[in-house]
């Protein structure tokens, strides 16, 4: 026995009563649309054809939609994936010009790093030479000073023999 509800009123019962059918009578009413199955939700019609027609097409127009969600969802995807890769490509030559230029930039310390340690060292040749001068210059100043000192002053003309006499002046 399968218990139902009856969609129509049957044999004095009123709609919306419960009752029980064999297979068979419950098979022939349900198909009428007279009955459902009591699952304790209540009294629900069985679907007619026109009802099933209109669920289909709006299941159909439902799956359309979802269809062009997923559609632009991919394309979405798409887009957002090649976006991606092309910042990755920008990404990666940045790093190659960055990377060319660091390299650029150590040569160039590099260089200027050799010119200033030869500008030191030729500095520091000059500051020894300029010292040696200096050293040079100085021992010739204690040398001068220690020489006897010499008269500026002309010694008297010697007369030579046969030479006229000097004349003497009296001062």
Do not use: W, Y
């Given at each position: 026995?399968?218990?139902?509800?009856?969609?129509?009123?049957?044999?004095?019962?009123p709609?919306?009563?419960?009752?029980e059918?064999d297979?068979?009578d419950?098979d022939?009413?349900?198909?009428?649309?007279?009955i459902?199955?009591?699952?304790?939700?209540?009294?629900?019609r069985k679907?007619?054809?026109?009802?099933v027609?209109?669920?289909?097409?709006?299941?159909?127009?439902?799956?359309?939609?979802?269809?062009?969600?997923?559609?632009?969802?991919?394309?979405?995807?798409?887009?957002a994936v090649?976006?991606?890769?092309?910042?990755?490509?920008?990404?990666?030559e940045r790093l190659d010009?960055l990377?060319?230029?660091?390299?650029?930039?150590?040569r160039?310390?590099?260089?200027?790093?050799?010119a200033?340690k030869?500008?030191?060292?030729?500095?520091?040749?000059?500051?020894?030479?300029?010292k040696r001068?200096?050293?040079h210059?100085?021992?010739?100043?204690?040398?001068?000073?220690?020489?006897?000192?010499?008269?500026?002053?002309?010694?008297?003309?010697?007369?030579?023999k046969?030479?006229?006499?000097?004349?003497?002046?009296?001062?």
């Amino acid at each position: 026995m399968i218990k139902a509800i009856l969609l129509k009123p049957l044999d004095g019962d009123p709609e919306g009563s419960v009752r029980e059918f064999d297979r068979a009578d419950f098979d022939r009413l349900e198909a009428m649309g007279a009955i459902c199955v009591d699952d304790g939700t209540g009294p629900r019609r069985k679907l007619s054809v026109l009802d099933v027609a209109a669920q289909i097409a709006a299941g159909t127009e439902e799956l359309a939609r979802l269809d062009r969600l997923v559609t632009e969802a991919g394309e979405r995807h798409r887009k957002a994936v090649d976006a991606a890769a092309e910042a990755e490509r920008t990404t990666a030559e940045r790093l190659d010009v960055l990377r060319r230029d660091v390299v650029g930039t150590e040569r160039s310390t590099a260089e200027r790093l050799d010119a200033l340690k030869r500008s030191v060292a030729d500095a520091e040749a000059a500051a020894q030479e300029r010292k040696r001068v200096l050293a040079h210059e100085a021992e010739a100043a204690k040398a001068e000073k220690a020489a006897p000192a010499v008269s500026n002053k002309a010694a008297p003309p010697v007369a030579n023999k046969g030479d006229p006499a000097a004349p003497v002046t009296k001062g």
